[in-house]
């Protein structure tokens, strides 16, 4: 299997702060993705990070991605409040409609 | 992108009782879909998907099974509930790669 596994598991930050995800996988990937999901809602999709890529930025949000060690890094700069939420990674194999795979996710509470 | 519907929000259900949720597709032709169970404060488990009509792969052999009777609609069953079916139920469609969730229903098997 080349679950996702995302570190930490849960993680607490005062609103102002970077908040640091990171995701380990196992096999060869043909893309990253990260998720966010609002308790009780369905995910939204964030980024995309590609296997020929390094680095990826969107607004606050930048994702790295280093395939020899096959991990990425989800950082959220300048926290917010409404940025609490879990966040989960999902890998996407080589073969053709195989389904992406997530991992568990880490909870991220931002204390105003 | 694609909007995926999901109904109801919250279910109550008997065991032993039947179940049938079902999630229709707005936006997009020939999505794969996806039905998945999340159970409290942990990740996604992947239940069954689906490339196209009648095309069901299942992924955990369990008390549920699914059906894609047409291109936009994708329906998870069970004939009798059991008390560990409980859980947020999520359906999914993809378009390239990303994918789109609905809202999820929650179900509660007493």
């Known amino acids: 299997s080349q679950q996702g596994e995302e570190d930490p598991q849960a993680l607490s930050i005062q609103e102002g702060e970077n908040a640091t995800m990171n995701c380990s996988y196992k096999t060869s990937i043909n893309n990253l993705q990260w998720y966010r999901q609002n308790s009780g809602r369905g995910l939204v999709h964030l980024i995309l990070i590609r296997s020929n890529e390094r680095e990826k930025h969107s607004g606050r949000l930048r994702v790295t991605l280093d395939t020899s060690k096959k991990s990425s890094s989800l950082l959220i700069t300048a926290s917010r409040a409404a940025d609490t939420a879990s966040y989960f990674c999902a890998t996407d194999a080589w073969q053709g409609n195989t389904p992406l795979v997530f991992g568990k996710g880490t909870r991220l509470s931002v204390i105003a | 992108s694609q909007t995926i519907h999901q109904w109801p929000a919250t279910l109550v259900q008997p065991v032993g009782s039947p179940l049938s949720l079902e999630c229709t597709v707005e936006g997009t032709s020939n999505p794969n879909l996806y039905w998945y169970r999340q159970a409290a404060g942990r990740g996604l488990q992947l239940l069954f998907y689906s490339v196209g009509i009648g095309q069901i792969s299942s992924e955990v052999p369990q008390n549920l099974s699914a059906s894609r009777p047409q291109d936009r609609q994708f329906i998870l069953s069970s004939k009798k509930l059991l008390l560990s079916d409980s859980g947020f139920y999520l359906c999914?469609?993809?378009?390239?790669?990303?994918?789109?969730f609905g809202p999820g229903t929650r179900l509660t098997v007493t």
């Open positions: 999914a469609g993809q378009e390239s790669y990303e994918q789109y």
